[in-house]
């Protein structure tokens, strides 16, 4: 009997299991989606290896095929492998990033109602409980999951699986493994169709009518998602023959006035626009294409590929795009298009590097100075220019680096390689920097503008204006009468005003708002610290009359509230927009007449090697896309903003590079930054200890040791240790991990993640 090694999406130690294969089943072959037992549940899995060798104890049968050709290749099982040896986690975490989860099949437990029980019986099974288990007998009308079940039954996880089991006891309803895959896909776009005569047919329906000149202002395909109005009048415009529907693909395909410029075979793109330096690759894109091989352009965020949709004259019949917030079924689509070769052109995010590539020539890898780039919501913290590198040596394809401006790491080896580049010469804007040690009304919060700004905001005002705020939310209440300050009762962490309401975001303590001091009565409460609310609030005081968007975490946590603000910024002739870092994608689509960084100092003293790079890229990227731009800050003779005022990066990078090359941290040092994180210091500090300890019987002494902080309820340390030995000193740490990752169990909720940063 052949056996199969499995790789299982979970995040022990071990990821890899063994199993038999049964005779009756097709033949196996290295890459199908299969369900194996894992304890007392069905999981889906990769099948990794078929062998005939023998196990000293009794193999679990693999229970199904998901499908009987394979959906990934060996290739792309080595690369899983290097990541998870670089980054000291399971395989089985790499996998559950690289595989869309209804793509390689997701299994969940559904319950089926076996028989409708007499009242009697279920009341003889308990008595105290009957009103909850007729409630689940009469919901089971259909199977459903424990999720599902929830919704109707209000009690516990825990004790809905007590009851459940108990009927299942009694032969009342049972359970089975279904297994969920993507289908065909349903999201569509409607269009208008141009009538001469509308009139009759709209006449006794001012929404329809609404409706259907809305679509022809649009000019172009729209998603269903993004319409403003009810199903019901769509479909009466569509029954009337003034809507049609379209397929996604070809959804937003408009043609492009750009013309293809010539190319001359750098290695580096610097400066300008999306769009412009897109232009520029055009010709070298399609050269690729032509001779049937596959093109990636790999970029930040999702806002770059809709700017890529609007602005570029693209095939749809060999363009695809793929990211992480499509739906499961588009990117089912879009992987088997790759896999058999038929998508030529793929634009996408960090999780389009997980494609299965059948020939993949080339790699534009746009804004490698982008935060984005590094995944930070999962683990491993997986960064783009490493899979992307891995991906250049196995298929010997080329990378050609083009954004705003590059890292130090890029800029060195630009510098010491010999490698060419292309500086796009575009409209510079001007830059004022306002001195922020000589605005005392902005030093003691009460203010967010220097005079020389707000003279500056009063001239564009009646154009287009982004403020770009460093912190979130009005931080730090307290009375200017007794010093008060309001603080959580059960931490002791400084409140946020949300909403009139007060919350702390490490326990979730949350009190009414008043502006009266609790300690002294008085009616001088406050806000001493500027986040978008803020800003936006002084803005609406002096500008009544202009439309004012803000964009903060608080007020629009979803990505499509986000998206829809900078629409509708995008839309006005004159407005102000107002947020955090997600406000910088406004740029993309149109320039504005003001830049303003509220206060720049905030967001270098953040700790971190790579602030400085973070904070070149930003400027410059507002620099690129503003006609005119301000900058507050304490520090003007800071070497980015002599960079920026002078427009030669030089000045920023060589100043950079001699400090990193003291210190040596990468590109001249290595590093192996290793986060933790858990909800009570106390056992951090254990956790933290024992690590720290670990790390200095391998021979590797941490070079420091970052004191734990407040972050998203959790509190955080950082270890940080350099090596001259990379990537042979992965193994020990590895092994360092390993025995403190079998400890976490007594810890609870503990996590801690691992960067390596090599030269």
Known sequence: MKKVEVLLPVAS???????????????????????VPLGNKQVAGIVVEVHNRDV?????????????????????IDQWQFLAKRYCVPEGLVLDQAIPPLLRGKVQKQWHLVKKPEPRLLQALSYEAYPILKTITDSLIMPMTERQLLKFVPISKQTLRKYLNLLKDAEIVTDEYQILRAGKTLKIAYKAIEV???????????????????????????PREEVPFKSQIIKKLIDKGLVETISWTSAGTTQSNIQPAQYSNEDFIIGGQFVQRINVLWEEINSHINEGKQVLILVPTIEHLQVFIDEIPFNPDT??????????????????????????????????????????????????????????????????????????EHFNSRIIYSGTTLNSPLWYSLQTNKKRSLNINSNQSELWLSDLRYAPEVRKQENPFSSQVWTLINESIKGKILVLVARKGFTSLSCSQCQWTAQCPVCK???????????????????????????????????ASLGPEKVTEELRKRFPDVPIYTISPDITP?????????????????????????????????????????????????????????????????????????????????????????????????????????????????????????????????????????????????????????????????????????????????QCLNSIYKKLGKFGELHFWFNPVSK
């Open 493 to 527: 962490t400084p409140l946020r005003l949300i909403h009139n309401k007060l919350k702390c975001e490490f326990c979730g303590y949350s009190e009414p708002y008043t502006d009266k001091c609790p300690l002294c009565g008085g009616e001088t409460v406050r806000n």
């Open 319 to 392: 363009t695809a795009f793929y990211a992480y917030s499509l739906t499961p079924p588009q990117r089912k689509k879009v992987w088997e298009e790759v896999f058999y070769g038929r998508k030529k052109l793929v634009v996408g995010t960090r999780s389009a590097l997980f494609l299965p590539w059948e020939n993949l020539s080339l790699i534009v890898f746009e804004e490698p100075a982008s935060q984005f780039h590094e995944n930070i919501a999962k683990t491993p913290h997986l960064h783009s220019n490493t899979v992307a590198t891995w991906l250049s």
């Open 13 to 35: 130690l071990k990821s890899i299991y063994t199993y038999s294969w049964a005779d009756s089943l097709p033949e196996p072959e290295v890459g199908m989606p299969v369900v």
């Open 558 to 734: 979803q990505p499509h509230q986000r998206k829809a603000l900078i629409e509708w910024f995008n839309a006005q002739d004159n407005a102000i927009i107002v947020g955090t870092y997600p406000v910088l994608n406004a740029l993309l689509y149109k320039p504005v007449d003001l830049a303003i960084v509220q206060n720049l100092y905030t967001i270098l003293k953040i700790s971190g090697y790579n602030v400085k790079d973070n904070a070149m890229h930003m400027l410059s990227f507002i620099k690129q896309n503003a006609r005119k731009m301000v900058v507050q800050t304490y520090d003007v003779e800071d070497p980015v903003l002599e960079a920026l005022m002078k427009n030669k990066f030089d000045i920023y990078f060589n100043h950079e590079l001699d400090l990193r090359k003291i210190i040596q941290i990468p590109p001249f040092g290595n590093l192996f930054i290793i986060e933790l994180a858990h909800v009570d210091n106390k056992k951090l500090q254990i956790f933290k200890e024992e690590l720290i300890s670990c790390l200095k019987m391998q021979g590797l002494t941490p070079q420091s040791d970052i004191s734990s902080i407040r972050r998203n309820k959790m509190r955080w340390a950082t270890i940080v240790v350099k090596t001259d030995k990379f990537p042979e000193d992965l193994p020990l740490l590895s």
């Open 196 to 222: 001469e005569n509308y009139e009759p047919l709209l006449k006794r329906s001012p929404s329809q009518k609404e409706a259907y000149l809305w679509f022809l202002n649009q000019g172009k395909p729209i």
């Open 56 to 76: 000293p104890y009794e193999l679990k049968p693999v229970k199904k095929i998901i499908s009987e050709s394979p959906i990934v290749k060996q290739w792309q």
